[in-house]
Structure formats: structure tokens, C-alpha cells
């Protein structure tokens, strides 16, 4: 028993002198040079134990105190949080270059295959290579053209589907069946194929999968910020993240394998994993794919494309159904424009500027991405007069961005007409307008941001011009709490009952 107590002594004693080394070792590195201000965080552990479950809230809280550039302790790791659009363009814009690269964490060793695709892959000649390839065959703009016609069939046939529940009474669950539609929309565009046949048990797990993934890949998992912790895995996160990588992982493959026996009835038709897989075998600017490069970019495409889309457009029916005068200018602009004897086509959205400001509003109130993904600096740089260390992660608030009071005009309401007039009419969501970054800015924006507008501004229209949403019957005020994760998500499901406000031959696919 002796021995035990000594050995476990020894080894508390060995732990504190390492974290202890490390710590000073961090401190008199960067003696004399003027850091941001952070809060003092806890021993050891830094500001880790005071991020909560919900950090983006927590990060904007802290910048009213700290101000918009903020260092923290985290672990053994520094970290630099940007709150204002000032900051964002410092970082993302001014000092792009050497925030090129991504942190090591679990999410990127465990779920994206060892950093193998797209969102984590270093920054390089592969990762140019999947970019273009990206952009030339799926979310590029001609790309985007090309592949219309599927967004219209697949919303065909969700109209459908939510014209027979409103003639039953049924309430539709939001993110179900927008998982459901763009997973096959996204299907058709890279497998020739819908992915689900129809809507049930797969598609909701699948569902149920992709929510997973975003909300462990957003949390703060222990193991990245104290690394000799890692193995411990004191939260379970990376447990979870493996147990989920095996049902990606075999879902993928089996796309996989079944459209490589299937490759000979697409001849001259080759369709988005056609022409990838044509990069596997032979060498492109010096660069060849891996399987795993290839898997890990249907892992991206797959989930990214269908959770951050649909996360906005939940949000934004929400907010429409809490102010219903909201949805009902919609309707009056949309009935103006399109009428009600047909449904809405992609070519009407630029006749609809107080549409297109509703989406604004949501990106701005409710980005899909909170915390932008974090980026880590190669080198020592100066910001706003503090000195940034090499190796210091950065977290962009997208979420204390939008809410900011010194930016907005009431902030914490949902105002479309916002955009309407003055200088923020010309605001544009697609990362050069730094008060409104809901994809991220810079070289490593959202690869999928000119597909996320598309999808967002496409469906939503259809969904608004289409019905009229109301709660279903009993049920009280709704819900509008958040949950973090890498998306933001409704803490509560969205579910609706619709009614069809167009002709009746509109809802036939």
C-alpha cells in the first residue's frame, strides 16, 4: 500500500513539475512583448473551464470586458478570439496568409480522416487540388448552373411530400426533411443517384449522424488544448468521434464501392466522383488524390452541405413564424412577382430584395457557423499593436460579430429591413463584408459558400412562397434556444404544421 501512495506521489509530483515548466516556459517567452488582454483563466487548465456549453456566448461576454482582440490560456495552447469586424479583417484579410492553416484537434484526426479533406487539410498543393476540383465540378458557379435542374426535381418532390402532410394534418419536422431533400440533392450531383429512396429510418439517422458530427467536432475537447491529457480522454469526445467515424466511414465506402461497379452506365456522363476519381491515378500539378482524400471530401460535402444550409433556413422559419409580419410582407412581395400559379424558380430571387434581406438577417443573427473554424499562425505577427505568438490558435465570434450594438441597430431583434436601405443594403455575405462573415473570409472561406446562398435562397423561397406555417395545435410559445456546436443548431426541433397557398398544380413534381 506504501508502494502504491509513493508511486502515485512520484507521479503527481513529476505531472506539476512538467505543466509547471511548460507554463513558465510560455511566460517568459513572451516577456516583454504586449499581448492582448484575457482573462487569468484557472491553473494549469487556463480559460478552458470557463468556456461552459455554450462558448460563443461566453467569448462575447468576455470581449465586452477585454475588448475586440482577447488572448486566453487555454491549456498549454494560446488562443486569440476576434469580436468586431475590425479584428475579423486584421486577421482574416490583412494577416490571411499566415492563418492559413488549421490547429491539430481530434475532430480533424477522427472524424476527417487525419486532416484528409477539404475543411482541415494543411494548406498546400493537395489542398488547392481538392479546393479546384470542388469548385470546377460542383460548387463553383457554372458548376452551380449545371446542376439546377436537380434542385428543382428534388423540390419537387419535397413539395409534394409537404402538400400530402398538410392534407392529413401532419406536421412536418424541418430539419428531417431538409436533410432528407438536399441529401439527395447532393446524391444526384456526385453519385447519379438519390442517396434515399425515400424518407424514414435511414435518412432520419443519417440526419441524426450529421448533427452528431457537427456538434462533437464544436466542442472543446480537453485532449487538443492539454495534449499529454489526450489519451485520457477525460470527456468521452474522442471515443464518441471514433464510434461515429465507423458509420461514416462505412456509409461512404458502400457509396463508394456501389458506384465504382456502376461506373460503365454513366459513359460520357461522367458525374462529380467520375471525374474526381480520374485524379486518383494520375498526378495533377505534381498531386494525386488518396481514397481517403476522396472519402474524406464526400465526408465534407455530405455534411457540411446539408447542415449548415438547413440550419439557416430552420432559423429563419422560426423567426418568421415568431413575427408574423415578417412572413407576411414576404408573401405579399413574392405574390407581387411570381403569383400563385406557379412555384418559385431560383431566376425570381433577385426580383425579391426584402427576401433576400430575411436571409441576411438569419445569417446575421444566426450564423451556421458561430465560432468561425479555428485557423492557427506560422509565424509571430503584431495586431492592433499586441503580439501574436506563433503556434496561437484563432477563433473568429462570427455569433458576437452579428450581435455586436456598436455595429447593429438593435441587435438582438430580427429586423430585415435592416438591409433595405443605407449603407447596409450593399452588405453582401460572401466574406468581403467583414460585419456579416457567416461562411468565413479569406483563402480558407467555406469552400461551400456560393452553394450555401444557393441552396438557402432556393429552398427557403420555395418553403415561404409555397405555404403559410403555423405551430401545431397545443403547442405554446416556440422555442428559439440554441445549441453550440460547429453548426448552430435549434435546441428544439422546428416542427410545423403548412398550408398550400398555390394552385394545386404547383405541388405536382
Not at 347 to 364: G, N
Request: aromatic share 8%.
Amino acid at each position: 500500500m506504501d508502494t502504491l501512495f509513493l508511486v502515485k506521489e512520484i507521479g503527481v509530483s513529476i505531472l506539476i513539475f512538467l505543466i509547471t515548466r511548460l507554463t513558465f516556459r510560455s511566460v517568459f517567452k513572451n516577456h516583454g512583448r504586449k499581448i492582448p488582454p484575457g482573462p487569468r483563466g484557472w491553473p494549469v487548465l487556463g480559460a478552458l473551464p470557463l468556456m461552459g456549453s455554450m462558448p460563443h456566448v461566453t467569448l462575447a461576454n468576455m470581449a465586452k470586458k477585454y475588448g475586440p482582440v482577447m488572448y486566453l490560456k487555454m491549456g498549454t495552447n494560446s488562443m486569440v478570439v476576434a469580436s468586431t469586424p475590425a479584428a475579423a479583417r486584421a486577421f482574416l484579410k490583412t494577416l490571411d496568409q499566415n492563418f492559413s492553416n488549421r490547429p491539430p484537434n481530434a475532430g480533424a484526426t477522427h472524424l476527417a480522416y487525419g486532416a484528409q479533406d477539404l475543411v482541415f487539410a494543411p494548406y498546400g498543393s493537395k489542398w488547392k487540388l481538392l479546393r479546384k476540383l470542388g469548385n470546377l465540378h460542383m460548387l463553383g458557379g457554372k458548376a452551380l448552373d449545371d446542376w439546377g435542374p436537380i434542385r428543382d426535381e428534388e423540390m419537387g418532390y419535397m413539395l409534394r411530400s409537404m402538400y400530402d402532410s398538410s392534407k392529413k394534418g401532419e406536421p412536418v419536422v424541418v430539419a428531417e426533411m431538409l436533410t432528407y431533400s438536399m441529401a439527395n440533392m447532393i446524391g444526384q450531383v456526385i453519385l447519379s443517384r438519390r442517396v434515399f429512396e425515400t424518407k424514414g429510418s435511414e435518412s432520419n439517422e443519417f440526419k441524426d449522424m450529421v448533427v452528431e458530427l457537427m456538434t462533437v467536432a464544436g466542442y472543446f475537447n480537453i485532449g487538443d488544448f492539454l495534449p499529454f491529457l489526450a489519451k485520457l480522454d477525460l470527456q468521452g469526445i474522442e471515443r464518441g468521434m471514433k464510434q461515429l467515424h465507423k458509420k461514416f466511414d462505412a456509409l461512404l465506402t458502400k457509396m463508394f464501392q456501389e458506384h465504382v461497379a456502376s461506373r460503365h452506365k454513366r459513359m460520357g456522363k461522367p458525374d462529380f466522383l467520375d471525374m474526381v476519381m480520374d485524379h486518383h491515378s494520375e498526378h495533377t500539378d505534381g498531386e494525386k488524390l488518396t481514397l481517403t482524400n476522396i472519402k474524406a471530401l464526400l465526408l465534407n460535402l455530405f455534411t457540411a452541405g446539408t447542415d449548415t444550409s438547413s440550419s439557416i433556413i430552420e432559423w429563419s422559419l422560426a423567426e418568421m413564424m415568431k413575427n408574423p409580419s415578417i412572413m407576411r410582407k414576404a408573401h405579399e412581395e413574392m405574390d407581387a412577382v411570381i403569383g400563385r400559379e406557379r412555384r418559385l424558380k431560383e431566376s425570381d430571387i433577385a426580383k425579391l430584395p426584402y427576401f433576400q434581406a430575411i436571409c441576411k438577417e438569419t445569417y446575421r443573427k444566426h450564423p451556421s457557423t458561430p465560432l468561425n473554424l479555428p485557423r492557427i499562425s506560422s509565424e509571430p505577427c503584431q495586431v492592433n499593436g499586441f503580439y501574436i505568438p506563433a503556434n496561437t490558435r484563432l477563433n473568429v465570434n462570427i455569433w458576437a460579430i452579428g450581435r455586436d450594438p456598436q455595429v447593429w441597430d438593435q441587435p438582438l431583434e430580427y429586423k430585415p429591413e435592416r438591409f433595405l436601405s443605407g449603407k447596409n443594403a450593399k452588405i453582401d455575405p460572401r466574406g468581403n463584408d467583414f460585419e456579416l462573415i457567416p461562411f468565413g473570409a479569406g483563402r480558407r472561406i467555406c469552400a461551400g459558400t456560393r452553394m450555401g446562398i444557393v441552396l438557402v435562397h432556393y429552398i427557403l423561397g420555395t418553403l415561404v412562397h409555397s405555404f403559410e406555417w403555423k405551430l401545431p395545435h397545443g403547442m405554446g410559445e416556440l422555442n428559439m434556444e440554441e445549441a453550440f456546436g460547429l453548426a448552430l443548431q435549434k435546441k428544439v426541433p422546428l416542427a410545423a404544421l403548412v398550408s398550400p397557398r398555390l394552385s394545386p398544380t404547383a405541388y405536382i413534381p
